[in-house]
């Protein structure tokens, strides 16, 4: 078994969580882009397009679209389909606001970019507060 690795960032939203990530390298739009009902990623041409975030460590660059993206990801948590915790690389107002209004452990500004170091389906554990990732790769 495959030692974890360790990754420092900077909190967004406080807390703990552990899930199998689900990791993409293109942006997520939440308005039009996201089903909060059901956590799926329903923007047709998205890499993920299918998959549900809902209780997965979601790992992505960042938020695009429109202010919206805070809404429908604080929607999914009202519907349970939420992401177990988010690891993002890009911040922005609209990122801040999403990963806030959605309660889950965030975590960004890591010492290595998680989308190149992280795969879907590693166990991933998220400690908001602190600013700390690890990441236990799947089982091959």
Known sequence: M???TILTGRSVVDGFAEGEALVTSQEISGFGG???????????????????????????????GSSGWASHFQSARVHGTAPAAMIFNIMT??????????RVPAV????????????????????GTRGVVEITPKPV
């Open 108 to 127: 960004t500004d890591l010492d290595q970019d998680p989308i190149r170091i992280i795969r879907t389906g590693d166990w991933v554990k998220v400690d």
């Open 2 to 4: 495959s030692r974890p």
């Open 34 to 64: 996201t089903d909060a009902a059901t956590g799926q990623i329903i923007e047709v041409h998205h890499e993920l397009y299918g998959r549900s975030f809902k209780d997965k460590v979601l790992v992505f660059p960042g938020a695009k």
């Open 93 to 102: 107002t609209k990122m801040a606001l999403g990963a806030i209004v959605t």
